[in-house]
């Protein structure tokens, strides 16, 4: 009689499979290394530790960053990551200067670059956009018979007063604004 004892490893992967699935379709760790000016060699790239921030932040825990390991203690590291990674490689030092690159990258540019990978991979509709310009105020006049002309036949921008974020209730903002800008360009 064989009296072999198995070990076995219980891991919780939740919902962030479905959360690190979207990340590599859309060739998130690639986007972010890629826009980097160059590669740190570390263990765990930028966009691994990117990766990594998402699926804390997306977590549900709101733990900080320095308690990274500690909350990746329990999770499929090498499935969500993709990468040989332990859980142990995502501490302070690893995510902050992952962060310190992303801000060197430009944080503008690489999510402009993350937005497009995902519309691509998803074939999204991007024939309309939405702003919310609430914190946007104006000064002046646009009550005028060419602004009202503008809003109701080209679709403009209604300029009027509104719930203001900055606590401003007496200037003018963005009320509405949606309009059609084509399709996303690549950039360069």
Excluded: W
């Excluded at 997306?58 to 329990?74: D, Q, S």
């Excluded at 992303?102 to 074939?123: D, H, P, S, W």
């Amino acid at each position: 009689m064989d009296t072999t004892t198995v070990e076995y490893d219980t891991k919780r992967l939740d919902h962030l499979g479905i959360v690190a699935g979207i990340c590599h379709d859309i060739g998130l760790v690639e986007t972010v290394n890629g826009m980097l000016p160059t590669l740190s060699g570390r263990k765990v790239s930028c966009g691994t530790a990117t990766l990594a921030m998402i699926l804390n932040g997306l977590g549900f825990t709101g733990r900080a960053l320095y308690l990274m390991p500690e909350y990746m203690a329990n999770k499929p590291v090498k499935l969500l990551t993709g990468e040989a990674s332990e859980a142990s490689d995502f501490n302070d030092d690893t995510l902050g200067r992952a962060l310190d690159e992303l801000l060197q990258a430009g944080i503008t540019e690489l999510f402009a670059q993350i937005a497009q990978a995902a519309v691509r991979t998803y074939n999204l509709d991007v024939a309309f956009a939405h702003a919310d310009t609430s914190s946007f105020s104006f000064t002046g006049e646009y009550d005028t018979e060419v602004a009202q002309e503008a809003e109701s036949v080209r679709g403009a921008v209604k300029i009027t007063h509104g719930y203001s974020k900055d606590h401003r209730p007496d200037l003018k903002q963005v009320a509405e604004c949606v309009n059609s800008f084509g399709t996303l360009k690549p950039i360069n």
